[in-house]
C-alpha cells in the first residue's frame, strides 16, 4: 500500500488534486520547489505545505526527499521461506512482550467500561474492526470510529467510565497521536497497540500492548504484516471473557 492511503481521507478537495499530480509526476516532482509546484497546479504554498503534513511528512522538502529516496530503492520480494519465517517469530515475539498482568488490567478496565472507543489508521483498520467484532460478540459495548473527523468530538466528550483503544503500528500517526493528547487532557482512559517501541503514542498511555513487528516505517513500507497485531488482539478478548466470567458478566 503506497504511503499516501493512510491519510488521504483527512485531504481537502484542493489537497486532493495536488497530491494526484504528485503521483502522477513524481520524477518531475523531485526538481520542483515548493513555489513552482504550487504555481503548476494553481494552489498556495500552503496548501502544499498543508498536505504535506497531513502525510505525515514535516513540510514539502521532506516528501519531495522521501519521493527521490524511493525512487532509488526497489527492494526484491522476500523469498516464501522468509516471510514464513518471519510471520512465526513476530507472533513468538509478541507473546512474550505482553505480560499477563498487564493484558488482565486491560481486560478489566474493558469490561468495567460503559463503552469501549476503538480508533485505527490505514493497514491497521482491519485490527480495529476485528477486535471490535470480538467485543460485541462478547457483548460488550464497543464503538469502532471510522471517520477522522469524529476524532477530537469523541476524545472531548468522553467520560470517566469509557475507554479507548489506539491502534498504530509506528505509534506516531499524528490524527492518533493528537487524540491521545486529548484524552489525556481530560483525564480518561487510554490503551495502546503499537509496536514495541517508545513512541509518541505510548507516552500518553494508561495500559500499553505491544506487538512485534520487523520494521515500523509505515511511511516507507506499509505492507509491514500485522500478524503480531491480530495476536495481542486475540490474546486480549480472551482476558476479556476471563474477566466476564469472573464477574458473572454474560458474555455471549
Known sequence: MDFWLNNYDLLTGS????????????????????????????????????????LGFEGYNDLRFFLKNRAKVAPMPAS??????????????????????????????????????IIS????????YYLEHLLLTLNVKCINIPDYNLLNIIAR??????????????????????????????GNSLITL??????????YSDLALYCSASSMDTKVDDII????????TDLLVHYVQVELLKQNKPGF
Open 15 to 54: 489537497e486532493r488534486s495536488l497530491l494526484h499530480y504528485i503521483l502522477d509526476h513524481q520524477e518531475t516532482i523531485q526538481k520542483m520547489t515548493c513555489q513552482k509546484l504550487a504555481d503548476q497546479c494553481g494552489v498556495s504554498k500552503t496548501v502544499v505545505i498543508n498536505m504535506s503534513q497531513k
Open 80 to 117: 516464501a521461506e522468509t516471510v514464513e519465517a518471519e510471520i512465526t517469530g513476530n507472533v513468538s515475539k509478541t507473546i512474550q512482550l505482553n505480560r499477563p498482568e498487564i493484558l488482565q488490567k486491560a481486560a478489566r478496565s474493558i469490561v468495567n467500561s460503559q463503552c469501549v472507543y
Open 121 to 128: 489508521r490505514g493497514t491497521s483498520k482491519p485490527v480495529g
Open 157 to 186: 466528550q468522553m467520560t470517566h467510565e469509557e475507554v479507548l483503544i489506539a491502534i498504530s503500528l509506528s505509534g506516531k500517526t499524528p490524527i492518533i497521536v493528537e487524540t491521545a493528547k486529548i484524552v489525556k487532557a481530560y
Open 194 to 203: 503499537t509496536a514495541f517501541s517508545n513512541n509518541p503514542l505510548v507516552q
Open 225 to 232: 504484516t500485522r500478524i503480531g497485531m491480530f495476536a495481542v
